[in-house]
């Protein structure tokens, strides 16, 4: 049962990704409870417009817009802009998808109705089963891999998710949104929950994460966590001072090499460890304070005529006839 007073803002960043974009939206626009639903496109500095036609034919959403960035910044720092941008739409929750198809549409209202049990949680998507290739697969495991050794965190989900209205001032003030948004997320510990579901198909075009890009993703996630994988790398490298002076004792020719590797080990990982926490209290970006300037203009592609009246009429129409004296 969808509520009349809410409404649901969708985020899709884009760069220049169009035909894929359109497609969602169109399959957004035929999902149960559209009507509440706006649509805010996150231009990513894309060097091709949108296409004339782009939101032709669409019946039930509320609003489409198109939010331009100055430049390209890439997938999570759009992300986070809308994020910071969101609350000027007064939603009662904002859903973050991809806008190539592998966040499937059929799956927002699922998302939605998971939030809406439980109203104050970031409710994220789980993946299942995901399209890709097996090399990519490969390598997207070898990640999920040195990010729970680094941070002691297993990577489950994505971007595709439902923030309620109440978590955004608090990601707007925060710096880690910059980097990588569900990173931001669990590094501000809001409350979350997961919703299991399968990793949809690339409506059209080619995608553009290849394997040097999932890596630079995957760092920046890292990196919300410095502070903790400098902590694990500290405790690695002192735990390696034992182990050098036994090769020391076993073999005394090896001594030298073993004892200073290990100690110029501790000495970069505690150099790396203090310049980490030391940055904790620099905030060089701060989304409610800078997202603006990123932001170069609002367009309303389309929105769903005005039905106040009509409606207004039929409940006229509708009502019962007062008894005549």
Request: proline share 6%.
């Amino acid at each position: 049962m969808v509520r009349q007073e809410e409404s649901i803002l969708v985020l899709i960043p884009v760069f220049n990704d169009w035909e894929a974009a359109g497609q969602v939206v169109s399959a957004l626009d035929r999902q149960e409870g559209a009507r509440n639903w706006s649509v805010l496109l996150l231009d990513d500095g894309s060097t091709e417009p949108a296409p004339a036609a782009f939101a032709s034919g669409l019946r039930s959403l509320a609003r489409v817009s198109v939010l331009r960035m100055r430049r390209n910044l890439g997938h999570q720092r759009s992300i986070a802009i809308g994020l910071t941008e969101a609350p000027k739409f007064a939603p009662s929750a904002v859903v973050v998808m991809d806008g190539d198809g592998e966040d499937a549409p059929e799956h927002v209202s699922l998302l939605v109705e998971r939030w809406r049990q439980e109203p104050g949680r970031i409710v994220f998507a789980e993946r299942r089963k995901r399209m890709e290739s097996l090399s990519f697969r490969v390598m997207y495991h070898a990640y999920r891999l040195l990010h729970r050794l680094l941070t002691g965190i297993s990577v489950r989900v994505g971007n595709f998710s439902v923030v309620p209205a109440a978590a955004l001032p608090a990601l707007a003030a925060s710096p880690d949104l910059w980097n990588h948004y569900a990173a931001a997320v669990f590094r501000l510990r809001w409350p979350t929950a997961t919703l299991p579901l399968d990793r949809g198909r690339r409506y059209a075009g080619q995608s553009k994460m290849n394997f040097a890009a999932l890596w630079v993703h995957g760092l920046s996630a890292i990196s919300v966590f410095a502070d903790l994988a400098g902590a694990r790398l500290m405790a690695l490298a002192v735990s390696l001072l034992p182990v050098a002076a036994m090769v020391a004792w076993l073999w005394p020719a090896a001594a030298w090499s073993a004892l200073v590797g290990a100690v110029l080990l501790c000495a970069q990982t505690a150099a790396f460890l203090l310049q980490t926490v030391s940055a904790r209290s620099q905030m060089n970006f701060l989304p409610a304070r800078d997202a603006s300037f990123f932001a170069a203009g609002l367009t309303t592609l389309y929105q769903r005529p005005s039905t106040d009246g009509l409606e207004q009429l039929q409940a006229w129409l509708a009502s019962p006839t007062p008894a005549s004296n």
